[in-house]
């Protein structure tokens, strides 16, 4: 039987198979081992292959190829990487200025692995009726910054209503991750989103002012007019897995473009002579906070190492 992985409660996978039933199953035994280096070698959005069994719930056999998938380093220091999910049509970043601090270095990492696997990203900054005027003065810049680099912008507010329609619109006939921090409103917003649907929300902690990670499983919801849309829980950090130096520069489009002029063809773009990416820097063609990311990826991959603050 085919079917698709709508749930991961990390010991069952609900799937949703092609006659319209939802089964709970679990994989195989030895099947982890065809990929020893991610923590769930199945994630929500795989299409699979399962067999029943007499308890009314089913193995999962067999993974169909992936069209492309999303992947971060699972934790600190670790050589295992976590799928968040496969076979996505495009990503939402939820971000927050404030209510939490969404930091650009969490941002452009998470650009930057969404371009490795060719995932169009679109941020969505909530909680516009939150912000104070230095606030929005900061949001402004970073829309700016943002939309300069290539990635469509959206200022929302899900607690006053505002600009949802746009954000549904992008969703209708797609199937759509949901990512960003603890706290941001990414289930408030899907249940704004989708009638009937009622995911848990969390508050913000007043003293930490951040999210207490209230979704704690990825879940695939359908919507009415066609669609899925992919609630996870709140990352933390960002660990880039499995990019190597010269690589991470091409997952920054603006460094990629000016890196043809620099002089060396291996250059790193981090002191070498007749590096163009460094004078475009200078020359403020390139944002200093992007080119910031881009030296602390680089500085990760040198020492395989993980962050939580980014
Ligand atoms: N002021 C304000 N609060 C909001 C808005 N949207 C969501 N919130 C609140 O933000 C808090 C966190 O919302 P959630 O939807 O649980 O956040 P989440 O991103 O799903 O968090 P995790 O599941 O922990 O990753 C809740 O108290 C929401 O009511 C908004 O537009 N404005
Ligand atoms: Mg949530
Ligand atoms: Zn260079």
């Keep these: 039987m085919r079917g698709l992985v709508v749930k991961n409660t990390g010991s069952w996978y609900q799937v949703f198979t092609d006659e319209g039933v939802h089964i709970d199953c679990k994989i195989k035994g030895n099947f982890r081992l ?46 295992q990487s976590h799928v968040i999910a496969a076979n996505l049509d495009q990503a939402l970043l939820i ?17 930057a692995t969404a371009e490795a696997y060719s995932i169009p990203v679109h941020i969505i900054f909530n909680k516009t009726d939150r912000y104070k005027d230095n606030d929005k003065e900061y949001l402004n810049a970073l829309i700016n910054l943002y939309e300069t680099v290539g990635y469509p912008c959206y200022k929302i507010s899900v607690r006053m209503d505002e600009n949802l329609d746009d954000i ?30 009622e995911l ?39 660990g880039v897995f499995d990019m190597d130096g010269v690589e991470i520069s091409h997952y920054f489009p603006e460094i990629f ?8 063809n291996n250059c790193t ?42």
């Design 34 to 79: 065809k990929d020893i280096r991610s923590t769930n070698p199945v994630a929500v959005g795989d299409k699979v292959i399962i067999e029943l069994n007499n308890e009314g719930t089913a193995f999962i056999t067999e993974i169909e190829d992936r069209k492309n998938y999303i992947v971060r380093r699972s934790s600190n220091l670790s050589k």
């Design 95 to 111: 971000a927050t200025v404030n209510y939490p601090i969404t930091t650009t270095t969490f941002i452009d990492r998470f650009l």
């Design 168 to 197: 549904k619109k992008l969703l209708i006939g797609k199937t759509t991750l949901f990512s960003g921090h603890s706290g941001v409103g990414k289930s408030t917003l899907i249940n704004r989103l989708i009638p009937d649907v």
């Design 200 to 238: 848990r929300t969390g508050d913000i902690s007043e003293y930490h002012n951040k999210g207490v990670h209230t979704t704690t499983f990825s879940e695939m919801i359908s919507i009415p007019e066609g669609g899925y849309i992919i609630d996870t829980p709140g990352i933390k950090g960002f």
């Design 257 to 264: 473009q000016f890196s043809h002029q620099c002089k060396f």
């Design 269 to 310: 773009h981090r002191q070498e002579p007749g590096c163009a990416v460094i004078k475009a820097v200078q020359d403020a063609y390139i944002s200093e906070s992007r080119y910031r990311s881009y030296l602390s990826m680089m500085a990760d991959e040198k020492e395989s190492k993980y962050r939580e603050a980014f």
